[in-house]
């Protein structure tokens, strides 16, 4: 499966911003999916990621109550919808899709295939 991220920009903080992972392929309604960031110098961290019926979600501290993930497997299509923006969510954020709906959503190396990223920068 091939996944392309968008939806990245600068926002000033506080501002939203909604990230979108459009996948190939007719198997991406049976695939978890997930976004992760890294942010410059750091490494690559969990951020949400969501069952392959989008009945399950799971977020990351540092962002739960401000960011919300979901799918339209009729869009091959998961977004990240993400508001109340902080200077410190600054990153590059990538989807990817577990092919195999693990335990351990927030690991990195459930996941078997990763978009190329989008950067979101915010300003304070």
């Known amino acids: 499966v091939q996944l392309q991220a968008s939806g990245g920009g600068l926002v000033q903080a506080g501002g939203s911003l909604r990230l979108s992972c459009a996948a190939s392929?007719?198997?991406?309604?049976?695939?978890?999916m997930g976004w992760f960031r890294q942010a410059p110098g750091k490494e690559r961290e969990f951020v949400a990621a969501?069952?392959?019926?989008?009945?399950?979600?799971y977020y990351a501290d540092s962002v739960k109550g401000r960011f919300t993930i979901s799918r339209d497997n009729a869009k091959n299509t998961v977004y990240l919808q993400m508001n109340s923006l902080k200077p410190e969510d600054t990153a590059v954020y990538y989807c990817a899709a577990d092919p195999n709906g693990s335990y351990y959503p927030d690991k990195i190396y459930e996941y078997d295939y990763w978009g190329q990223g989008t950067q979101v920068t915010v300003s304070s």
């Open positions: 392929g007719r198997t991406f309604s049976s695939y978890a």
């Open positions: 969501i069952s392959w019926s989008g009945g399950s979600t």
